[in-house]
């Protein structure tokens, strides 16, 4: 479903590093690296909106598209909204292209639970950032999806790498909380260089959740950037090797200094004083930082730095043998850390984890008791927990449920299967989930109140095709329930 070209296209002036670097024309490269990723068609902008096609047909309750002014008039921004409903959103493949639909058809809206606004990467736009919103909306969530200037279908002629992105976000989420569109809690949520623009925003509108910040600015109640960068003049260089292959060793260290100091002229802000390390003081809202251990694009080492930089509360999730592009856009590797932290910040009553008995195997005769499974996040080291070897197997677990969610629908959160499931509670079946190529899919289902008894049974059957398949969780998630709206 990604598409690399809109980078490779950002990136290009790299590879004239050989013929540029000798005539001194950083500025050329650098206007090249600054220009905004959908110049090609801005033409037709702002006259084109449309919801993004990775989101299949569903009602107009459901989906929509509306525009937002910011910049004193001169940034148009294309806003998706994707609401909560009755009918789940799964991913399907329709002509090798991946959309994600409602399992079965919708009858109604659900009133959210709290707002979630998404936030791409470089390059991208809201296409990339739709399967995580079906993910935040199948958990409840409002979802409104930006495409950033210059991005989508948002109106911009450069990217300036956070300082004009964040005052675009801050003046849009001002623009929406006043037509309230914003369900509070509200939580920002970005992707690389959407993961820095929401540090940025948090950072500039951070007086609001002191109560001295601007009357419009809504409080934001937690951040959450995966694989964001801390410096731009840190990650410059991992770009242009990516982007320049054999060339890379004409990019010396004097030439990225001067292309970075041109992308700040050209695009007017400033690579180090308008970066999100040293705006992190000024962050005080609770932060989630999510990153690959290997990414090749943004280090890790990124987050490391903005960490300890931030003024607020701040949990950091590390994923083991994971590059840049599949942490950013594979929803399987960040939404069970992603919706475990944001829903006990968003909602600290309303959960609670998986505590019965460990899980046994049910009808395997090799294994009828498996202790070493229990309703846990995995170990560090891994991302993911049996069945093993690859095969059919069934697993069981026991629930205690507190006395006020009797007689209550209450939202099973099993977490993220690489597999095939079939899922039951108390012999009744709940639903299942089968998994596309290369994408593992988070499972959420409803237990109805009528079946809600003081200790439920849950079985799980797992169809998986590989030894390494099975249930997994980020560090630090764990399998929940809790009570519906």
Partial sequence: ?????????????????????????????????????????????????????????????????????????????????????????????L?????????????????????????????????????????????????????????????????????????????????????????PPVAVVGYSLGGSVALMT????????????????????????????ARLRDVAPFFAKRFVGWLNWLTTDALVDRVVAAMGRAADFSPEAD??????????????????????????TQSALLAPALAGPVQRVLIPGQEHIRTVL???????????????????????????????????????????????????DRTAMWPRPAGTRNVRTWVRIPPAWLGRDLVFDLGTIEGDDQTWCAGQRLGGGQQTVGMPLFRRYIVPGWLTTPTLEFTIQITASRPDAGIRWAAGGTALLKPRN
């Fill in 1 to 93: 479903m990604f598409r690399i070209a809109p980078l490779v296209a950002i990136f290009a002036g790299f590879s004239l590093l050989s013929l540029l670097s000798v005539s001194g024309c950083a500025n050329a490269i650098a206007r090249h690296v600054v220009r905004a990723p959908n110049h090609a068609w801005a033409d037709r902008l702002p006259l084109q909106t449309s919801v993004p096609a990775t989101l299949g047909m569903s009602l107009a309750e459901a989906v929509s598209v509306r525009r937002i002014t910011v910049a004193s008039g001169a940034i148009s921004l294309r806003a998706v909204v994707v609401e909560p409903t009755d009918a789940p959103w799964m991913p399907w493949t």
């Fill in 95 to 183: 002509r090798d292209e991946e959309v994600w639909c409602h399992a079965w058809p919708m009858t109604r809206v659900l009133p959210p639970i709290g707002t979630i606004v998404l936030l791409h990467g470089l390059g991208g736009s809201s296409e990339l950032t739709s399967p995580h919103a079906a993910c935040f909306a199948n958990a409840g969530f409002r979802c409104i999806l930006l495409d950033l200037r210059g991005h989508g279908e948002s109106t911009g002629e450069v990217v300036s790498f956070g300082r004009h992105e964040a005052a675009d976000v801050r003046e849009a989420l001002q623009r929406l909380a006043a037509t309230g569109a914003l369900k």
């Fill in 202 to 229: 948090a950072a500039a509108m951070s007086g609001a959740n002191q109560g001295v910040g601007h009357a419009e600015d809504p409080v934001l109640a937690g951040i959450v950037a995966i694989a964001p960068f």
């Fill in 275 to 300: 970066s999100p390390l040293a705006w992190a003081a000024q962050v005080r809202q609770p932060v989630l930082l999510i990153h690959g251990v290997d990414d090749d694009l943004v280090p890790a």
């Fill in 330 to 380: 594979d929803p399987g590797l960040t939404m069970p850390a992603m919706l475990a932290w944001l829903e006990r910040l968003m909602t600290p009553d309303a959960y609670r984890a998986l505590d019965g008995p460990l899980l046994g195997w049910v009808g395997d005769a090799q294994a009828p008791m498996c202790a070493t499974w229990a309703w846990r996040a995995a170990p560090a």
